[in-house]
């Protein structure tokens, strides 16, 4: 009697052992697929940003900062530039306050990356940026 209860045991331990690994062994090939993606659309944003003559980061750098949907960087690409407007039309931007002046570099680069990791988005994102002031701000 006491020798079934111990294979008992060893049985319910070789199943939990196996599903456990299993389960480990899903989230890592999901990982897999989106690190591959991550560096896919890390490659394409890096690449758009030296074809415009920008400065980029190494495709790994932006992998791991950007991931497969931009990381927090993607939450509201405007949300800023709109606060700083925002503020700016209502007298609160502090004292001394001037109009806001986009350099076209930087907001190329940011319409790059809003193409590449908000695809869905970049109409109004170029909507919004559209009646921006844009001058060389730095040398």
Avoid: C, N
């Amino acid at each position: 009697m006491m020798a079934e209860k111990s294979h008992k045991w060893v049985y319910v331990t070789i199943i939990v052992v196996i599903v456990a690994l299993m389960l480990a062994g899903v989230v890592m090939i999901r990982d897999v697929r989106q690190g591959r993606e991550a560096r896919e659309k890390a490659k394409e944003f890096t690449t758009k940003l030296h074809d415009a003559g920008l400065p980029a980061p190494t495709v790994a750098e932006a992998a791991r900062l950007y991931g497969v949907d931009g990381g927090p960087f993607a939450g509201e690409p405007d949300a800023d530039l709109l606060q700083a407007e925002y503020a700016w039309w209502h007298g609160t931007a502090g004292p001394a306050g001037r109009s806001l002046i986009m350099d076209p570099d930087f907001l190329e680069a940011a319409t790059i990356f809003v193409a590449v990791y908000q695809p869905d988005r970049l109409a109004e994102f170029q909507e919004f940026v559209s009646g921006l002031e844009l001058d060389e701000t730095t040398d």
